[in-house]
């Protein structure tokens, strides 16, 4: 296998490694060369791991390639939700107060690089922090009120190691890469209850509440209690034995702290944190899309080097879409060359890399369910009166937010649209997923694929009725019953 240790500056890396590539993140990023290598594990040192930074797509592209990136997006993600540090902290509490208990004072900085701390009496709990995190080089604060208190976990930059540690970290770093293997964290083992985790004033929900009422409704049938939770209880999660997210799914809302919980306690979960991570993110999805060769409308992946060659490439008018966009939110078409440089400049301002698509006009997109890799509905969703895509959320009139939908059977789905969803589920593994897809000029294309489907009642349920809704409460029995 390929190695390659990413960082911003290859030159001023110090320690030469055997049988690993130093390259520049920036590379990595914009040189197709690496896009097309099939088998890769990538180490990311980048300088910046926040949201949306050169870090961050480093190890979201190495995901949409194929390749195995420490850390991962989830790493990464994981590292900023306050919640769910504490709940991954508290499985390891006893560790924190024996490794502790000599410290004198109230403030104490334990500074891991690659699972190690210069202080050997560290090594444990060092170890431990970097097993849960994968994170290279990782700072966590200490308080001490009645016991030690985790105050904050951050990931740190090479150039905020201490000068008396770099010595050190060299060690670590080099013992670390001359491993075989790579240890990462493995989910408990958990057990029965259903949680519908909904938000109250979602803008734009998953389920409509008579939905909400036919899940409940069916699931009771077959023996779950079920309850419908907030986003106000996390606490309470490990209470139930499997979790059916209803809300909006973000990268940085509840959702997905929800999803990363039940997956590190082995409840039984749809959908997937994973999912969340790379449906969230278009830049993964085209990447994905292109490196399994399933047709799309022509993409570019935009950064600031190469945003003055988009329209060389892609007619105008161009479809710019947002790394995080949901529901329509953050796609904006540019019609005219201005028009194009003013949306470009300030989406870069909010993303180290965004999308362009060729406009691909249709009256509907197919929209077809596929969970755990099967379809289970169709629909067809057309577009929004008077508007270019099936949300406007600009319109005046509530009535006109939407186009129609009509739902159909499978059997009356072209065979090549269904094929294209099945593949195009595929590349995100288990779960439930919405694939659109136009099709054009005898094209099927597919436009997105969505970690957290509409089924509202009437709509995505108009043709297979309950089944669609036993689908799904199947779907979590069976992961229970794998256990």
């Given amino acids: 296998m390929n190695k390659f240790l990413v960082v911003n500056q290859p030159e001023k890396w110090p320690v030469q490694l055997e049988n690993i590539s130093i390259i520049a993140a920036q590379d990595y990023l914009t040189n197709p060369v690496y896009a097309k290598i099939k088998s890769a594990r990538i180490f990311n040192l980048s300088k ?25 997006v989830k790493n990464l993600v994981d590292l900023r939700e306050p919640k769910l540090v504490k709940v991954i902290s508290e499985e390891f509490d006893d560790v924190i107060q024996k490794s502790l208990k000599s410290i004198k004072s109230t403030e104490f900085v334990l500074s891991i690089y690659f699972g190690q701390n210069v202080a050997q009496k560290y090594r444990e709990l060092s170890s431990l922090f ?33 000068k008396d540690h770099l010595e050190s970290m060299h060690i670590f770093a080099s013992d670390y890469f001359s491993k075989k293997r790579y240890d990462t964290v493995k989910p408990q ?40 939770i907030s986003p106000k209880d996390l606490s309470r999660l490990s209470a139930f034995d499997a979790l059916f997210i209803r809300q909006s799914t973000e990268v940085h809302n509840e959702a997905y702290a929800f999803a990363r919980k039940a997956q590190q306690e082995g409840i039984a979960i749809i959908d997937y944190p994973d999912a969340i991570l790379k449906c969230c993110n278009k830049v993964f999805m085209a990447e994905a899309l ?4 399933i047709p799309t409308p022509k993409t570019m992946i935009i950064h600031k080097e190469n945003k003055d060659l988009v329209l060389g490439e892609i007619n105008l008018p161009v479809v710019l879409k947002s790394p995080d966009s949901t529901f329509s939110f ?18 870069l301002k909010e993303s180290e890399l965004i999308i362009a698509q060729q406009f691909t006009p249709s009256d509907y997109d197919w929209r077809i369910g596929v969970l755990d890799g099967k379809a289970f509905y169709a629909c067809r969703y057309y577009m929004a009166k008077g508007h270019w895509q099936i949300y406007n959320w600009s319109a005046k009139k509530k009535d006109d937010q939407d186009g129609n939908a009509d739902a159909m059977a499978l059997e009356e789905v072209p065979e090549k649209v269904l094929d294209l969803a099945l593949r195009s589920a ?31 009642f009437g709509v995505e349920d108009a043709f297979y009725g309950e089944e669609v809704y036993k689908s799904i409460i199947t779907a979590l029995k069976n992961r229970l019953e794998k256990k």
């Avoid at 938000?199 to 069916?218: G, R, W, Y």
């Fill in 189 to 228: 083992a958990y057990d029965y209850d259903l949680a519908i985790l909904v938000q109250k004033d979602d803008v734009a929900p998953p389920s409509n509440p008579k939905a909400l009422k036919k899940f409940t409704e069916v699931a009771e049938k077959m023996n779950f209690y079920v309850e419908i």
């Fill in 330 to 347: 953050g796609v904006k078409k540019a019609k005219t060359k201005e028009e194009y440089q003013e949306l470009v400049t300030k989406m």
């Fill in 130 to 162: 970097f097993r849960h995190f994968q994170i290279p080089f990782l700072q966590v604060k200490f308080s001490f009120s009645n016991k030690w208190n985790i105050k904050s976990i951050k990931a740190l930059s090479e150039s905020e190691i201490p």
């Fill in 290 to 293: 292109q490196n399994a060769g």
């Fill in 48 to 72: 910046n791991y926040s949201y949306q930074s050169k870090g961050y797509y480093v190890s979201l592209l190495a995901e949409a390639r194929g390749h195995l990136a420490i850390p991962t």
């Fill in 426 to 456: 595929k590349l995100m593994g288990e779960g439930l997923y919405g694939i659109d897809i136009k099709e054009i000029n005898g094209e099927a294309m597919v436009i997105e694929i969505n970690d957290n489907p509409n089924i509202d």
